[in-house]
């Protein structure tokens, strides 16, 4: 799916078949408290391959290949921690299954609008981009 900003990223369905092994997040920490949702959420497979899903600046899904990045300082905004246990969303329910199927939607003006993971027993993760922020929803 071609993204007139970021480009066609990677093909999330070479996912199918692979078993989700580990899943890494960063969070926002403001004051102490942390965002809602991830900023970015890392799906790395059996193979050891990582796909990276975040939004753009311009409400597109990202969907690249990437390895986490590190924690960051961001001074008085607060800072991006990044780990597999920080925070709660629905990928983590997955970890160890298999991945069933893998759908992208899109808009030629926009991009990649969201993408739907699906795992063993019909479960199924949806990803999209709301207000800017990442959601994951089940």
């Known amino acids: 799916m071609l993204c007139p900003r970021h480009g066609a990223g ?5 996912l199918v078949g692979r078993t989700l ?5 960063s969070w926002h920490i403001s004051d102490g408290e942390r965002s809602e949702a991830p900023l970015d959420v890392w799906l790395i497979d059996s193979l050891g ?4 899903i975040t939004t753009g600046s311009d409400q597109c899904l990202i969907v690249e290949s990437a390895a986490p990045h590190e924690p960051y300082d961001m001074g008085e905004w607060g800072r991006v921690e990044v780990g597999e246990d920080l925070g709660d969303h629905p990928f983590l329910r997955h970890v160890g299954e298999s991945v069933a199927s893998v759908a992208e939607f899109a808009v030629p003006e926009q991009g990649r609008t969201h993408l739907e993971i699906g795992f063993q027993g019909g479960h199924r993760v949806r990803a999209d981009c709301y207000e800017g922020d990442l959601r994951l929803t089940r």
Do not use: C, G, N
Not at 10 to 14: A, W
Not at 49 to 52: E, L, N, Q, W, Y
């Open 10 to 14: 990677t093909d999330p369905t070479r």
């Open 21 to 25: 092994s580990r899943v890494v997040a």
């Open 49 to 52: 391959d990582s796909i990276r």
